[in-house]
């Protein structure tokens, strides 16, 4: 007698959290040849940020994922061949360029409602657009100075056209040159097919919540609106016709929506072992984190030193599809420092002391040093599993 399987309308937790992990690139193989845009386009969103401890965190995504991939093919990947375009979603990101007709519903949010209130002198945002036309891509250093001399949101008349300009979508940033932004005229950045702002806002959110439903696998209003930050009321509207399945999650107390792939069977291969960049997307929204994988995580960079439990940059363990420990790196020289380190348990110690020997070796370090533990009683064990 053949048993018919169960439609999958509800999961369990541990299918929840497997299914989170295959969208987000860490349970099966890798797609290595579609490698560092394969990422981008499977996330639909990396998220940028300034702070560089082992590397950017732009660059510690696709490490994480594909292993010790080039730091300057990383760049390449995302910026030559106008493969990609930054605009803001989760928060400022490196997005797909195909995804550019669909950000039209924040340009124009943006047009409608500028999102600051600095007086712009008359002519200064032509004057910008002009010079860029003129001149080809510029920073906003070359484009007469990006502050006034002031504190860093003194911006000058220059930088706060050009940024206007960007968010109106007139203008694109196609790199970032020691960590400037590099902007064009959107006529020359994207492809002319993608350059339009033509659909309309209920087109553009349904695509992107299908597209962050695809990318979390399962996950609740809150989840899949907070990925590319659209409003919950936003998220409401379109929901029914984004093509996700609701679903419950057993032990979430909010309804979920998933990934119909979900549906299709339980996800199969081998876990990444890694650390992971706290601006990675598998850890965006600390609630979800919690929920999934019962794990605390915050950002500690702009707690007072003194009040930091973690340390500045502390970046979680990845091992076995569990979150099982956290480092905060440094790096001195050609060591890796362990500047804080805290581990769930012995069974951690293992994949802690690989994690670290590959993100040693793929910024150049030959060998790691430890500062201090949760555990001094497991570091022995721990400094021989380095060895």
């Known amino acids: 007698m053949t048993t018919m399987p169960r439609p999958l309308t509800e999961l369990s937790a541990?299918?929840?959290r497997r299914a989170a992990l295959h969208a987000q690139g860490f349970l099966g193989a890798p797609d290595r040849r579609a490698g560092v845009r394969g990422v981008l386009r499977h996330l639909g969103a990396v998220q940028l940020d300034t702070i560089s401890v082992l590397a950017r965190s732009h660059e510690l995504v696709p490490y994480a994922r594909l292993g010790a991939v080039g730091r300057r093919t990383v760049e390449a990947a995302y910026w030559t061949g106008r493969h990609a375009f930054e605009y803001w979603?989760?928060?400022?990101?490196?997005l797909p360029i195909e995804e550019w007709p669909h950000f039209a519903f924040r340009r124009r949010a943006y047009r409608r409602h500028p999102q600051w209130h600095q007086d712009l002198p008359d002519g200064a945002y032509d004057a910008v657009i002009e010079q860029l036309r003129a001149q080809g891509p510029l920073t906003a250093t070359e484009l007469g100075g990006a502050k006034n001399g002031?504190?860093?949101?003194?911006?000058s008349a220059s930088k706060i056209a050009v940024e206007r300009a960007?968010?109106?979508?007139e203008v694109v940033c196609v790199e970032r040159r020691g960590w400037k932004r590099v902007y064009d005229l959107a006529e020359r950045a994207v492809p002319a097919d993608l350059l339009h702002d033509e659909l309309d806002d209920a087109e553009c959110l349904r695509r992107l919540v299908r597209l962050a439903g695809q990318a979390l696998g399962v996950g609740t209003r809150a989840d899949i609106a907070d990925y590319h930050r659209i409003k919950g009321e936003q998220f409401d509207a379109v929901v029914a016709d984004s093509g996700l399945v609701p679903v419950r999650v057993q032990g979430w107390d909010k309804p979920a929506w998933a990934d119909?792939?979900?549906?299709?069977?339980e996800?199969?291969?081998r876990h990444r072992t890694t650390l992971l960049s706290p601006f990675d997307s598998l850890i965006w929204e600390r609630a979800r984190t919690e929920r999934i994988f019962g794990f605390t995580h915050r950002l500690e960079a702009y707690v007072p030193k003194q009040k930091r439990i973690h340390g500045y940059f502390a970046m979680p363990l990845l091992?076995?599809?569990?979150?099982?420990?956290r480092v905060d790196p440094a790096r001195e020289g050609t060591t890796l420092v362990a500047r804080q380190l805290s581990l769930a348990g012995p069974r951690a110690i293992a994949p802690m002391a690989?994690?670290?020997r590959e993100a040693a070796e793929w910024v150049g370090c030959d060998s790691v040093r430890i500062e201090r533990t949760n555990r001094p009683d497991l570091t022995p064990a721990l400094t021989t599993a380095l060895a």
């Not at 002031?150 to 911006?155: A, I, Q, T």
Request: aromatic fraction near 10%; include cysteine.
């Open 14 to 16: 541990d299918e929840a």
């Open 354 to 356: 690989k994690a670290l």
């Open 150 to 155: 002031g504190e860093w949101w003194d911006w």
């Open 260 to 265: 119909p792939a979900v549906l299709e069977g």
């Open 267 to 269: 996800p199969r291969g």
């Open 89 to 94: 979603s989760h928060a400022a990101c490196v």
């Open 319 to 325: 091992a076995g599809g569990r979150l099982v420990g």
């Open 166 to 169: 960007l968010m109106y979508g």
